[in-house]
């Protein structure tokens, strides 16, 4: 059976359905626990991440004397989204980089390079992309990424953080004096479901998430009082081999908080494909209207057949009850 239109689908959601007609996906049962990803859902990165991407891109192709390139389209972070494979925003802006590096070096448009990146699944894949486009191997290894010493790293973390809380997390000071980027961040989750959700799941409330928790705790501030923090994970400081899509953090969650069906919030193919590899019982509501590109990532949550899609996290109340 070939998958309903988008139309079809919010149609669906108008009337109590997620799938354009098919039966509620709570047919399992009463979900009673309800875990959720943190950026672009419980917070609005827009000015927070996705500049921090687009500025470390434009300084570090500057450190590695590639001068006069457009800034990075945003489309080209959707796109590095969409594949799945850059939950981490640190890879994405690497990926960034190379893609941006091999255009300039081979002389073609910013679209014909984002075009052989389209289909690319992680930081080793875009290695050999920009390796077979013009070779990279001198930037590679002028890089040095993934690791603790990759100017990559540092960049991308002293401009989103800003010194004080760079050095709280690093220990070290930070070359940039303006407040970091995180900073522009804002909350999503209103007093009104704030208040739905403790009365709807009580303590089974979890949040897996690809940031750390000292950057999570710094914008959510009390409300991340509200979160199990046995049934929460922050990846940035777990070891790279549980980032996203990888199922484990997500299950351990669950188990912890003694979840009989789950229900994951997230805003990407990442957080939809760790909800599906999840050996568990668990409902998946995709959020789509922090999206640079609303529609696509409506189309994108379709043809991966999620669940349920909402536009915004406030709308939760109004879908599951």
Partial sequence: MSPPSLGGYLAGILHGRSDGGAEPAEKGGRPDGIIFDCDGVLVD??????????????????????????????????TFKDTGAFNNEVDLAYAAILMMA????????????????????????????????CGMSDVVDRLKYPGP????????????????????IS???????EPG?????????????????????????????????ESARHTLGDMMDMFN?????????????MAKPNPKPLVSAIDAMGIRRCVYVGDSAEDLMMARAAD?????????????????????????????MVKLVTGLPGLLE
């Fill in 45 to 78: 990165v827009a000015e927070s991440y996705g500049a921090t991407i687009v500025r470390t891109v434009g300084h570090v192709l500057d450190w590695l004397g590639v001068r006069g390139m457009p800034s990075l389209p945003p489309r080209v972070i959707q």
């Fill in 102 to 133: 091999a255009s300039a070096r081979a002389r073609m448009d910013v679209g014909r390079a984002e075009a052989a990146f389209a289909d690319c699944r992680g930081v080793r894949d875009a290695d050999d992309i920009a390796a077979g486009l």
């Fill in 149 to 168: 010493g990759s100017i990559v790293q540092e960049v991308f973390d002293q401009l989103f953080y800003g010194p004080d809380l760079y050095k709280k």
């Fill in 171 to 177: 220990g070290k000071e930070s070359r940039f004096a």
């Fill in 181 to 213: 980027l995180i900073e522009r961040e804002h909350i999503l989750l209103d007093d009104t479901t704030r208040e739905w959700l403790p009365r709807r799941f009580g303590p089974r409330i979890g949040m897996v998430t690809g940031r750390g928790y």
């Fill in 229 to 241: 923090m046995d049934g929460s994970a922050f990846l940035e400081d777990e070891p790279r081999s």
């Fill in 280 to 308: 568990r019982d668990v409902v998946f509501v995709g959020v789509w209207g922090t999206a640079a590109d609303t529609r696509r990532r409506q189309e994108m949550f379709l043809d991966r057949k999620a669940d349920h």
